[in-house]
Nanobody
């Protein structure tokens, strides 16, 4: 069964940096669009950034210029490079990927930004 596994979430001070990683495990089909979403307590899950199979990216306005999404297609791995983080970036971050016909989610990784 295909599985998405996130890692890299941690407690970081405002202004700091971290990198989230999402690995696609046990997939023998192509991985198309991939993205990062986040959900803060009391809020709905929201899109942070996405990258399609051709490498085109899009970002939520509040993270533009601070976050960068990249993918290693050979390794079927997705990254989110987070710089100059702010307390409002605190949330559980989820990886999403379209693998074949399936739309898959990871279990989430917690990012906490202290002021």
């Amino acid at each position: 069964q295909v599985q998405l596994v996130e890692s890299g979430g941690k407690l970081v001070q405002a202004g700091g940096s971290l990198r989230l990683t999402c690995a696609v495990l046990r997939s023998h089909v192509s991985v198309n669009d991939m993205g990062w979403y986040r959900q803060a307590p009391g809020h709905q899950r929201e899109l942070v950034a996405r990258v399609d199979g051709g490498g085109r990216t899009m970002y939520e306005d509040s993270v533009k210029g601070r976050f960068t999404i990249t993918r290693d297609s050979a390794k079927k791995t997705l990254y989110l490079h987070m710089n100059n983080v702010k307390p409002e970036d605190t949330a559980v971050y989820y990886c999403n990927a379209k693998v074949g016909l399936a739309n898959l989610w990871g279990q989430g990784t917690q990012v906490t930004v202290s002021a």
